[in-house]
């Protein structure tokens, strides 16, 4: 079994008087991950999983009295698919005001129904974390990092979902199951969703435009949609975890483009699932799409878990002057370009390096990359 970077952290956050969150997508390992962290401590705990027909209305206007006898005499309570509970950043307030002795975990696979409605009631009362799909640094722990980049092929077209690493002869049927219904799962509970097959579309040209600037209005006239549903969508499938918005920096530059942005996809192998593509890197004609994906989705993964904060974006000027990845972080620049060929070189523009005058700059290769995903910092200061 794979440990996982986000349980040591827990380890730490126990019994401090605070809720436990844990959101990411579905299939991401979450209810392994508090299964092992149980496992480990050995206090009495309680377990409800709110994707259960009858356990909402357990916790539905609930008194204090009434989660003391569900509780019982256990120390930890655990909530899987909190999101599922009405009114869940309340309870969880009344559970931690007035049995400061418990242990609250939550978890969600979606933030729109979890976060929307703990932000303020828990205001102080929480820690929040992410679980991602297993990350290059997980699996360099557990295997090597020679042994892991051998797989680097194979993570380009099927990603690394805990079940596609355990069990790679059935990835393709895994991804499959994955992308046509089970990462939306939340999303088709929704009232306000009316066309779900909309979203499959959407996707579908999402992944066509991986590493590209993304226009709402073009993706709405070619689904027949209007603008303002295409970002309402776009909005929701970032909150259940299947992509993420990278912006556009822009700050100095009159010619700096600045209210476009690109989107991501958390995991190789959706991408390749939607499209259903699983052809291997050699015969790609998206090969630096598929590479943009990999580098940043894993960076992201490292960053979070190493708890460093930084600014994300791409820059690119109406003139085609671009930058594939930017890191702001302590005012200064971390600039990357990314090219999967280690042969195939890449300068810097100068209009950049005269906007931006502290900044760092390296080009990331299928050679190199490796520090990339593992250190903070991977250049010298220019």
Do not use: C
């Not at 392994?32 to 357990?58: C, G, H, R, S, Y």
Request: hydrophobic share 40%.
């Amino acid at each position: 079994m794979i440990s996982r970077e986000l349980l040591k952290i827990l380890q730490n956050r126990l019994f401090k008087q605070k809720v436990i969150i844990i959101t990411g997508p579905r299939q991401a390992g979450k209810t392994t991950l508090i299964k092992l962290l149980l496992n480990q401590i050995n206090e009495p705990f309680v377990w409800f999983n709110a994707d259960e027909p009858n356990i909402p209305d357990l916790f539905k206007a609930v008194t204090s009295f009434e989660l003391k006898n569900l509780i019982g005499k256990n120390k930890i309570l655990v909530i899987d698919e909190a999101q599922r509970i009405k009114g869940i950043g309340l309870t969880l307030k009344i559970i931690v005001d007035s049995l400061p002795e418990i242990q609250v975990i939550a978890t969600g696979s979606s933030s729109f129904d979890l976060l929307d409605e703990i932000n303020e009631p828990l205001t102080g009362r929480k820690f929040e974390y992410q679980l991602y799909p297993v990350s290059f640094e997980e699996l360099t722990k557990d295997k090597g990092i020679i042994e892991e980049k051998r797989f680097l092929n194979q993570r380009l077209i099927f990603g690394a979902y805990p079940e596609v690493i355990n069990k790679p002869e059935d990835a393709i049927e895994t991804l499959k199951w994955l992308s046509d219904s089970y990462l939306y799962k939340d999303l088709f509970r929704i009232e306000s969703i009316k066309k779900p097959d909309l979203i499959i579309k959407l996707l579908q040209l999402l992944s066509h435009q991986v590493g590209n600037e993304v226009s709402y209005n073009e993706l709405a006239q070619t689904l027949s949609s209007d603008p303002k549903t295409v970002e309402k969508y776009i909005g929701l499938l970032e909150k259940t975890f299947v992509i993420f918005r990278l912006p556009a920096l822009s700050r100095n530059l009159r010619n700096e483009i600045s209210k476009s942005r690109k989107i991501y996809f958390y995991d190789n192998g959706i991408r390749n699932a939607i499209i259903n593509n699983f052809n291997p890197v050699n015969t790609r004609q998206d090969i630096g799409q598929l590479w943009e994906n990999y580098l940043i989705s894993e960076r992201i993964k490292f960053t979070e878990y190493n708890r460093i904060y930084a600014n994300r974006f791409f820059w690119r000027t109406k003139l085609q002057q671009e930058i594939d990845y930017i890191e702001e972080r302590g005012g200064k620049m971390w600039a990357y370009e990314f090219k999967f060929n280690p042969f195939k070189k890449a300068v810097i523009s100068k209009s950049f390096t005269s906007a931006y005058p502290e900044y760092n700059f390296e080009l990331i290769n299928s050679e190199n990359y490796n520090e990339f995903l593992l250190k903070e910092d991977t250049t010298p200061s220019v």
